[in-house]
């Protein structure tokens, strides 16, 4: 789960992290899918929610309306349960990604490593070199990560624009969309690699200049949770301006496309620098919450896994202690 040490091997086997991370997005996704789905209409949306010389009442009307839609006047149960579109494709694309990004990462830096290591050394020195080296890693995976677009965009669609489902089913809309599933590709790369790089690395650099570990393996639960939180809040705030453009761009009807440049455009003149970052604080809020739930499951399952996978017992496996 989180980088390793420059030349360390992690214990687990690769299956046991992949069943790991998975079944750790599976659990992720049922308990913040609803936070997602706000931080998603709140980028998406265009008018100015604050100002314009409305009443805080009206304003708190407006924001009412961009987070529940159709529900804005329902209970409040029907208000929550509106929170949960496009949940099949959010769970096909969250257990993909976590699989592939914490699953992957590992292996990109071990291949860096292998060839490129003390490349890494003479240019940034031993200590900035490794941190690095997670970093770069992280960005090479999070460019790769474009793979999974067209579920991410059918995800984000049901969350921000479900009248594009009406009348039509996954595979009506891939046979007719083709190659459209993959619009904002590149405003995706340019969002992760970044974004990527200041995950990794920020964790990295923490566990490294802060906590000052020479195996990453090695730290604590609370060293794992904060050097994580560094790490995201880095990444969510980097990628920030590119992430409301390429909700914009996939927020829109499969009929009426719009450029990355027309979008940027407009949000500039029409609604200031502002802009590039709606939503960001739903989704750094989230983050301290979401981080601990996903690094404590992902430390109990993993290890878990390993041990099932070795014919042992799941509750032997359990104590995530052991393995700090």
Known sequence: MSPQAGGKKHGESGTARLLGSGTSG???LFTFHPVDTVAKRLMSNTDKIFGNQQTLSQSFGKLNHVIFREAAAKPTLSKYLSLFP???YAAGYKVAQRMYK?????VARDLLDRHYGQSFTRAFGERNGK???HATAGSLIGI???ALLPLDVLKIKRQTNP???RGRGLFRIVADEGMALYRGAGWTVLRNAPGSFALFGGSAFVKEFVFKLEDYNKATFMQNFFASIGG???SLTVSAPMDVIKTRIQARSFDSPE???????RMVQQEGMGSFFKGLTPKILVVGPKLVFGFTLAQWFIPAFDRVLKGGSLVEAASPAAKQ
């Open 131 to 133: 941190a690095m080296m």
């Open 144 to 146: 790769g990560e474009v």
């Open 102 to 106: 914490f699953g992957g990462q590992p």
């Open 259 to 265: 450029s990355g440049m027309t979008i940027l455009r």
């Open 26 to 28: 599976i659990l992720e």
């Open 232 to 234: 995201a809040v880095a």
């Open 86 to 88: 496009g949940l099949g």
């Open 163 to 165: 009248e594009a489902f």
